[in-house]
């Protein structure tokens, strides 16, 4: 038998000496408060509602740094690898990580891991050769003038026999709508149409299920949970089957028979859509991508597609209709365009949806959508693996095998970043002197909503007409005004959606034709 006293001994020194090692462990944290073995997870926890803002206050604590670091798990070893993380907003690091030192940040191991049951080698999901083969075949779709008049035909269908039959329905019934579901039905009947040459119909009157949406967004949010906590724990309800996990299993069952008939219907009748120029291609091998991979490069297209714009629009709604100036300047703005493209009689204003070469002259709609992604961008953070170890411009070390976060929500909200109004809502920040011409800031690393470096989005300017056009379609012919008692909270989720939506009534507007001008009442 051992004896007491060695045993009480050996455990009062390996306690020490724990102790002795997360003393020097937490002094060289600048973050949330961290705690034995557990590190920042309690904080993390009591948080997880209110994740981003969060990070924010976190990160404007530190002043002018506008960087900390925290671990996860304080154990060592483990401490300074999986479980470090180094969160900042600062412009120069989030240029260091996405252009100077890109092939030191990729997505890495665990985010690959995580997000592979749903995204398997997609774009979004992959690193090295395997992410470069798609993005040059992508690049070259995406530059191409038949993409874009594609998306336009599908924006402009979908606004004129859907979104319009269904905002007039309600606005004559003064019934509130949930405008984010709306535009969340929009943007995915758009993107499915861009990507599959398929239509699903969710924005129709009767606002059906759609089992391919609604498995999308359970699968999307089951992913996120593998992020936020340890990998251990997301692996074991994997093998027993249960939760998040559980649900992630049926949604991406569901997820694959739509998209297995969607590639066979696109074999037998290729099409102009994105998935049938996909089949056309090879990959690094020189062979044509396998059906497994196409699946996932389309999901891929469509997580991108539907998901950022519909939810920047519904933060674009909520702040235009809370600021009456704003508002008026974009109708008249609209108003302006539409009297030289179509003349002075509002009724063929509103006959169909701008076309994208009236929607490019929208300067200042253009701005108010720039600075809506500024205070509230569709994916608000975002997260990198350190291969090596490296030191930030700042003068932040990174080991590696750590993971560096750039909070994209955070940046927008930093005085040191944006000014001392960097809270308010103020397009014209966006605007030259003359305001006359969209001007983004001289260092592109203080807007990073569309990403930025080799991973730019290719789809920023398809995505900003998209928005601009479905904004006037709405804001032309309707007052917005929020339903009393409807709270706007954000979700915690992979993109930044309304918690409970924007439920909101639709006031038809009255649109007049001054005399050798644009006017409104």
Same mark, same amino acid.
């Given at each position: ?193 861009? /990507?599959? !040459? #398929? *239509? $699903?119909?969710?924005?129709?009157? @009767? ?5 391919? %949406? ?126 030289? /493209?179509? !003349? #002075? *009689? $509002?009724?063929?204003?509103?006959? @169909? ?5 009236? %929607? ?162």
């Amino acid at each position: 038998m051992e004896n007491p006293l060695f045993l009480f001994a050996t455990a009062t020194a390996v306690t020490s000496a724990y102790l002795f090692w997360f003393f020097l462990l937490a002094r060289t944290l600048t973050g949330p408060k961290v705690w034995p073995i557990v590190g920042s997870l309690p904080s993390l926890f009591v948080n997880r509602r209110r994740f981003h803002d969060w990070v924010a206050e976190n990160l404007h604590s530190t002043g002018t740094a506008a960087t900390y670091q925290t671990s996860t798990i304080c154990i060592p070893f483990l401490a300074r690898r999986l479980g470090f993380y180094t969160v900042t907003c600062h412009p120069k690091n989030i240029e260091h990580v996405l252009r100077t030192r890109f092939d030191n940040y990729p997505k890495g191991p665990t985010w690959q891991t995580a997000f592979h049951d749903l995204l398997g080698q997609g774009i979004f999901n992959s690193d090295g050769d395997t992410w470069l083969i798609q993005r040059k075949t992508a690049a070259l779709e995406f530059t191409t003038r038949t993409l874009r008049q594609a998306m336009a035909r599908w924006v402009s269908r979908t606004i004129k026999t859907r979104l319009w039959r269904i905002l007039e329905k309600a606005s004559f019934e003064n019934t509130p709508v949930d405008l984010q579901d709306l535009l969340l039905r929009l943007t995915f009947d758009n993107i499915c149409g861009l /990507t599959f !040459g #398929k *239509d $699903p119909e969710t924005l129709s009157p @009767d606002l059906p299920e759609n089992p391919f %949406a609604t498995a999308f967004d359970s699968a999307t949010e089951a992913t996120l949970q593998r992020l936020l906590y340890p990998g251990f724990l997301w692996r074991l309800k994997k093998i027993f089957g249960f939760g998040a996990e559980f649900r992630l299993k049926k949604s991406l069952n569901v997820m694959e028979n739509y998209m297995s008939d969607a590639l066979e219907t696109r074999k037998e009748t290729p099409s102009d859509d994105l998935l049938s120029r996909f089949m056309k291609k090879r990959d690094v091998n020189g062979d044509y991508f396998p059906s497994s991979v196409l699946k996932r490069i389309a999901l891929n297209f469509v997580l991108a597609g539907r998901d950022t714009s519909s939810v920047a629009m519904s933060w674009f709604f909520w702040l235009v209709m809370n600021d009456k100036r704003v508002e008026e300047k974009i109708i008249t703005e609209i108003k302006t365009v539409l009297t030289q /493209t179509r !003349g #002075k *009689d $509002p009724r063929a204003w509103v006959e @169909d949806p701008l076309v994208f070469d009236e %929607a490019d002259k929208l300067t200042y709609l253009k701005a108010a959508l720039a600075e809506t992604l500024r205070l509230y961008p569709s994916v608000p953070e975002d997260f990198k693996y350190v291969i090596s170890d490296d030191v930030l411009p700042d003068g932040t070390h990174v080991p590696a095998g750590s993971t560096v976060t750039y909070s994209i929500y955070s940046v927008g909200r930093m005085e040191t970043i944006w000014g001392e109004d960097c809270l308010e809502f103020k397009p014209e920040r966006w605007l030259s002197a003359e305001g006359d011409r969209f001007e983004p800031p001289v260092d592109g690393y203080k807007f990073v909503a569309f990403n930025a470096g080799p991973r730019t989005c290719l789809g920023k300017d398809l995505a900003y007409l998209q928005m601009k056009s479905v904004a006037s379609a709405v804001l032309l012919k309707y007052r917005l005004v929020p339903v009393p008692g409807h709270l706007v909270e954000q979700k915690m989720s992979l993109t930044l959606f309304m918690k409970y939506g924007l439920r909101v009534y639709l006031q038809a507007r009255e649109l007049v034709a001054a005399p050798g001008s644009a006017s409104l009442e």
